[in-house]
């Protein structure tokens, strides 16, 4: 992109951060915006495809944008959550919290629940322009398993998670993202363990120099996203977050294209 192109595309995205596009809204006609922010059809239409594919927008139709999150289920009501009277720890150290809780469901009796508290985590999918993710081929011990992660790591305090999904990036990798944009924080068991995963898209990084945590670095690669499927079916991408991220990249992708086939 172009710094005309670019200065659009954060435009756009800023009225989507503010809710000036709303959820479940049509956007205006590619006409429309193209006088509106003095820009060419053309150069519009790149910055829309980006949109497209960071799941920020949905196409209905020919040329027809929506902003996503409109749902036709409604929330349902006069459902009471669990009572929870205390709490108390049983183990605690800088990377592991384990504690039970007091917790009363409705309508039932008390009882103690274990709760594992983890870190906050953020993991970044880095997209080039051949359609590949920059992956790393890992060896985790706990699975006795080697398999293809997306880099991440721990938030630190007072850290924005957008800057620790950047500064993983570069320490796993040796590549710099040029940016990353948020797409869902999620909690991978969300049953018993507090553990926070903010999941980011990036388009484009400049290689910067080597892996510098060699620990976690392992073997480097740009990985087409056509293996994907392939990959997931052999068992080979390890970890929630590379799922849950590559997933929603997959999933972007297969609407544009099932939209355009319409």
Same mark, same amino acid.
């Given at each position: 992109?172009?710094?005309?192109?670019?200065?659009?595309?954060?435009?756009?995205? /800023?009225?989507?951060?503010?809710?000036?596009?709303?959820?479940?809204?049509?956007?205006?006609?590619?006409?429309?915006?193209?006088?509106?922010?003095? =820009?060419?059809?053309?150069?519009?239409?790149?910055?829309?495809?980006?949109?497209?594919?960071?799941?920020?927008?949905?196409?209905?139709?020919?040329?027809?944008?929506?902003?996503?999150?409109?749902?036709?289920?409604?929330?349902?009501?006069?459902?009471?959550?669990?009572?929870?009277?205390?709490?108390?720890?049983?183990?605690?150290?800088?990377?592991?919290?384990?504690?039970?809780?007091?917790?009363?469901?409705?309508?039932?009796?008390?009882?103690?629940?274990?709760?594992?508290?983890?870190?906050?985590? /953020?993991?970044?999918?880095?997209?080039?322009?051949?359609?590949?993710?920059?992956?790393?081929?890992?060896?985790?011990?706990?699975?006795?398993?080697?398999?293809?992660?997306?880099?991440?790591? =721990?938030?630190?305090?007072?850290?924005?998670?957008?800057?620790?999904?950047?500064?993983?990036?570069?320490?796993?990798?040796?590549?710099?993202?040029?940016?990353?944009?948020?797409?869902?924080?999620?909690?991978?068991?969300?049953?018993?363990?507090?553990?926070?995963?903010? =999941?980011?898209?990036?388009?484009?990084?400049?290689?910067?120099?080597?892996?510098?945590?060699?620990?976690?670095?392992?073997?480097?690669?740009?990985?087409?996203?056509?293996?994907?499927?392939?990959?997931?079916?052999?068992?080979?991408?390890?970890?929630?977050?590379?799922?849950?991220?590559?997933?929603?990249?997959?999933?972007?992708?297969?609407?544009?294209?099932?939209?355009?086939?319409?």
């Amino acid at each position: 992109m172009g710094p005309k192109t670019a200065k659009v595309y954060e435009t756009i995205r /800023a009225r989507l951060a503010s809710g000036e596009y709303a959820p479940g809204d049509k956007m205006p006609s590619e006409r429309a915006l193209s006088e509106e922010l003095g =820009i060419g059809r053309t150069a519009l239409r790149q910055v829309l495809a980006r949109l497209l594919a960071e799941g920020a927008l949905e196409v209905r139709g020919r040329s027809s944008y929506r902003v996503p999150g409109a749902v036709s289920v409604t929330t349902p009501d006069g459902l009471e959550p669990w009572r929870i009277h205390g709490e108390r720890d049983l183990y605690d150290n800088r990377w592991v919290k384990l504690q039970l809780w007091d917790v009363e469901p409705p309508g039932l009796e008390r009882f103690e629940h274990h709760v594992v508290k983890l870190h906050h985590v /953020a993991i970044a999918a880095v997209l080039d322009d051949q359609d590949r993710v920059l992956m790393m081929w890992r060896y985790r011990f706990v699975p006795q398993q080697w398999g293809w992660e997306l880099p991440g790591g =721990i938030v630190d305090e007072g850290e924005d998670p957008s800057e620790t999904a950047l500064r993983e990036v570069v320490e796993e990798t040796g590549w710099r993202p040029k940016s990353v944009e948020h797409v869902v924080t999620y909690q991978p068991m969300v049953g018993m363990v507090d553990s926070p995963h903010e =999941i980011f898209v990036g388009h484009g990084a400049v290689q910067v120099g080597a892996p510098t945590d060699l620990e976690e670095a392992g073997h480097i690669e740009w990985v087409p996203l056509t293996d994907i499927p392939g990959l997931m079916a052999r068992g080979e991408l390890m970890g929630s977050g590379t799922l849950v991220a590559l997933l929603h990249i997959l999933a972007s992708r297969g609407k544009q294209g099932a939209t355009a086939a319409r």
